[in-house]
């Protein structure tokens, strides 16, 4: 039972214009979303997060965007740079459960064209 | 300052070894996290640690598979009688508490011959 899907495996932009990253999840018990990025041979590496009661967080390029009622959530990155071509990763947690446990999509690999 | 410090970053056995993975949490954090990754997947959980104790070891899929953190700081995966279906990418994380985000160690690849 995937509860975190990423259904695109990936993504080619071009340098300068909007990176959209699209992810669903079916469990109603997720309360925190969070977006991270990850090169070859390094662990994921925290980008930006999401509370439920919030349907939007800005953090310089990077942009989440959560839709409650579609169970749905986008990261916008504008503009795009080469450099930000990795593996990205949506992941979703119940903090009010025990231990904020991650559950992790399958993750969309972007890739920037200068 | 220091990030999440794994060692060793490769590790290769054989079939049927035992091999103990550590994971050196940034300092202050109370909350550790253990997770497997798997070739063309996400990161899977394994167990949490708050402190010294395992708050949560759902995620551990057999009992060949055990963590500890005697002190709360340093954790270490252990893994019994390997199978060749145990390889993958072991990742580490920690965070200040349970409700923040997670910063993750570069992990552990691990090997079964």
């Known amino acids: 039972d995937q509860q975190v899907k990423q259904n695109s495996p990936s993504l080619s932009v071009q340098e300068g214009r909007i990176s959209i990253l699209n992810c669903d999840y079916t469990?109603?018990?997720?309360?925190?979303f969070l977006w991270y990025k990850k090169y070859p041979a390094e662990g994921p590496t925290f980008l930006i997060s999401i509370s439920s009661i919030k349907d939007k967080n800005e953090d310089g390029r990077f942009t989440v965007f959560l839709n409650k009622s579609a169970k749905h959530l986008s990261l916008h990155i504008v503009p795009s740079q080469p450099g930000d071509s990795a593996v990205y990763f949506c992941a979703a947690s119940a903090r009010g459960a025990s231990g904020s446990r991650l559950t992790f999509g399958e993750g969309t690999q972007l890739t920037v064209n200068p | 300052g220091a990030g999440v410090s794994q060692t060793p970053s490769n590790k290769v056995t054989e079939k049927g070894k035992y091999v103990e993975l550590r994971c050196d949490p940034i300092s202050g954090h109370t909350a550790l996290y253990w997770y497997r990754q798997s070739l063309g997947q996400g990161p899977e959980f394994l167990i949490y640690f708050q402190g010294t104790g395992a708050a949560d070891d759902s995620g551990l899929p057999n009992d060949r598979f055990f963590a500890v953190r005697p002190e709360g700081s340093v954790s270490t995966l252990k893994i019994q009688r390997t199978e060749r279906g145990d390889s993958a990418v072991y990742l580490c994380a920690s965070s200040p508490d349970r409700v923040q985000p997670q910063h993750f160690g570069d992990g552990t690849r691990l090997s079964i011959l």
């Open positions: 469990n109603s018990m997720f309360d925190y």
